[in-house]
């Protein structure tokens, strides 16, 4: 089982990979990424070390076989289908946003308790009234609910989520949701994160 | 100095304090607050130690008071101008956010290396060509940039926001931007939260 730290370093190194690749590099050593991404080299090789990439002593990995590696290790290649909930303007804005599914975010469907949306859709995905969720997911048993509804109803939505067999919730909300504890929950507060760099900055 | 575990609670008694305001209430206890975000009350307490807001003995917060201070501590009720660079999809909608503002941050432009892009605006936020950066930063000493560009000129531009005097850099790519130490670096890259996302399913 990977340390939560080393997980969240490693799509750095793909980052730093995927960038030296487009800039025609073949290989990298641990050194090099270390230097690009302001990390130790032996912590960097500790953590590619989880993702069983092995690099040839001297010469360093093989830039093609580390992307591929980190993507898998990382589940940005397999498609994990979703549903989102609550079309606003970050709802709208995720589900124009087709890098998510070079990060294995499928978002099959969005949701909203506006009338007027459904039926609509947002680069090729409907838009349905939540009211035809639950009917929706018996067939398409989707597993990953993005919350992106307002603040006022984010614990009510995420309850009926669960109750629907949703097993992992990526909230956007700056609500704290209480839900089972086998269910995950993921928290992108951006909010949150401005507070942290004003903090920092005085 | 607040420690960052307790920092990055704040928000969530912020969003709750809020919420039951809405709902009418006048005052909250530690107790509730706990209950309402999954933390233990004395966690709360100690927390809210930091904001030197004062709750009374088996009464609790005044909301009202509660919120104004949590507010100020976070830095929410200041404005704090800022520049974004890549009025992408991603620098697009964070223009669009009108909920930045409540936040404290009041994006002035964006910039972009499109000359199609210079001279319109979004939401009443001006759009420039990157080229006349300096010169606005001259007028403006903005302090704080949003990188939202293309992960292959993630670097570069980093560089230029820090030669300008840019203090503090809210970082949406994937890149681990290499910057002074005296510069403030808020990573916010919802990619790598999915990979948390992912692994904790599986």
């Known amino acids: 089982m990977i340390p939560e730290p080393s997980l969240r370093r490693l799509p750095w190194y793909l980052a730093y990979a995927r960038l030296s690749q487009r800039n025609g590099e073949a290989v990298l050593s641990s050194t090099q990424i ?47 289908k979703a549903f989102l909930f609550g079309v606003g303007k970050l709802g709208g804005a995720l589900l124009q946003d087709r890098g998510l599914e070079q990060f294995g975010l ?24 939540i009211s035809r969720f639950d009917e929706l997911q018996q067939l398409m048993h989707v597993e990953i609910g993005v919350l992106t509804v307002p603040v006022d109803v984010a614990q009510s939505v995420a309850e ?43």
């Open 34 to 80: 270390a230097r690009g991404v302001g990390v130790e080299a032996s912590v960097v090789a500790k953590d590619l070390s989880y993702v069983a990439v092995t690099g040839r002593t001297r010469v360093g990995y093989d830039i093609g076989e580390l992307v591929m590696y980190l993507e898998d290790f990382l589940g940005f290649s397999t498609q994990h």
């Open 106 to 129: 499928d978002i099959v469907a969005g949701f909203d308790s506006k009338y007027e949306l459904s039926g609509t859709s947002i680069n090729h995905t409907p838009i349905h009234h």
């Open 160 to 202: 009926m989520l669960v109750d629907n067999g949703i097993r992992a919730i990526w909230n956007f909300t700056p609500v704290r949701i209480q839900v089972p504890d086998n269910v995950v929950v993921q928290n992108t507060s951006i909010y949150a994160h401005l507070a942290l760099m004003y903090n920092r900055m005085s």
